[in-house]
């Protein structure tokens, strides 16, 4: 399976274009700057970056977080509108799981335009860098499980509130504090609000591959600044009704996540974009049989959620009600909580995995 390590380092960490704090601050909104005392820089990531600062009003320590603006979004810029529905999301969930926003600055007079917004400061580590302390970059089950429950209590409050983030991975995960597990979603700049349309456009790469018959067929995949490693099939393509911004990509990404805990490797890898997309529309995990010496000591409930959250067919997919009752989940509270697989074969992965290879992009039937 390779490094697992590496492999994370390389899938969880996006290169920041590191610039001094004092360039920086030339481009600061002036309402910024006259409320916050910017104290030092906290992360640079392709946006702007985080910083620590104070407000000068009452001495509080909070997190100011930068976005270049433009017209039109790439890898290195938001648009106006996708800031403002960051912002919009952040205080409407208003849940323990996810950051809070206080309030946001913009400066668009200025070249590159730029959005604050002043979050909470989150002193524990990023997921990413957690999990690579660990022994194996993996942890055991009770341990992964906190951290699932947690995630899961965000995804529900999500839904119920007609919200998907669209980019959880190990990344936008961090821990409140150093000292204990309460974990924090910390970026909701792909988010989608039901009932409104989209704030960001999606622009997409391609590459071909033959298909059975030896034809040549053109396949696409997202060029955004959001991880492939964690993208849903459905992700993957453009999708006029809109099932790339339904909460079943949130609950593809709980899947990865867990997966990644639990094995401390990724589920989908590939030397180039190509192999992993293939890999990902065709839900070719196939660890649970083939490495044993990591997956014969992990229960058959943990497989089997995993296995039902990484179906390739969003509508065969568990939803987030279903995860909330799983018994691995739901073992947190309740010790006596036992999964019984019926009819699987402990040599092989569970019944949510059959079926699985069946290529999304062929699949044109509605969604239910």
């Known amino acids: 399976m390779g490094c697992a390590q590496g492999t994370l380092k390389r899938a969880g960490s996006v290169k920041a274009r590191d610039r001094s704090l004092a360039v920086m601050k030339s481009l600061f909104p002036v309402a910024f700057v006259d409320a916050y005392e910017v104290e030092s820089k906290a992360t640079f990531d392709a946006y702007g970056g985080a910083f620590d600062v104070v407000s000068r009003e009452d001495g509080s320590a909070r997190t100011a977080v930068l976005a270049r603006l433009k017209k039109q979004a790439d890898g290195e810029s938001l648009t106006i509108s996708q800031f403002s529905m960051e912002e919009y999301v952040l205080q409407l969930l208003r849940h323990d799981g996810v950051a809070s926003v206080y309030e946001s600055f913009t400066e668009l007079r200025k070249r590159p335009a730029m959005g604050v917004l002043i979050v909470d400061r989150l002193r524990g580590a990023k997921l990413i860098d957690y999990l690579q302390q660990k022994d194996g970059a993996k942890l055991g089950e009770d341990e992964a499980r906190e951290i699932m429950v947690q995630l899961a209590s965000v995804l529900k409050h999500l839904v119920d509130c007609g919200v998907t983030c669209g980019n959880l991975d190990l990344d936008t995960l961090v821990f409140r504090e150093e000292d204990n597990m309460e974990l924090v979603v910390t970026s909701m700049r792909y988010a ?12 997409y790469g391609t590459y071909e591959i033959e298909d059975e018959l030896g034809q040549p ?11 492939l490693h964690f993208a849903a099939p459905e992700r993957l393509k453009p ?22 805990l639990l094995a401390g490797y990724l589920p989908f890898e590939g030397e180039d974009s190509r192999t992993l997309c293939e890999k990902i529309r065709q839900g070719n995990f196939t660890a649970f049989k083939y490495d044993v010496e990591t997956w014969d000591s992990i229960s058959m409930g943990a497989k089997d959620l995993i296995a039902g959250c990484l179906r390739v067919d969003p509508r065969r997919r568990f939803n987030i009600e279903r995860i909330m009752k799983h018994p691995w989940i739901r073992k947190f509270e309740d010790p006596n909580a036992t999964f019984i697989a019926l009819g699987s074969d402990l040599g092989t992965p569970p019944l949510s995995y059959v079926s699985n290879s069946s290529d999304y992009d062929d699949l044109h039937s509605p969604m239910h």
């Open 192 to 203: 989608s609000l039901a009932g409104h349309p989209s704030p960001y456009v999606v622009e």
């Open 217 to 227: 067929v053109t396949r696409t995949f997202p060029e955004d600044a959001r991880k």
């Open 239 to 260: 999708d006029s009704r809109g099932r790339d911004r339904q909460p079943s990509v949130d609950v593809w990404s709980f899947g990865v996540i867990m997966y990644t």
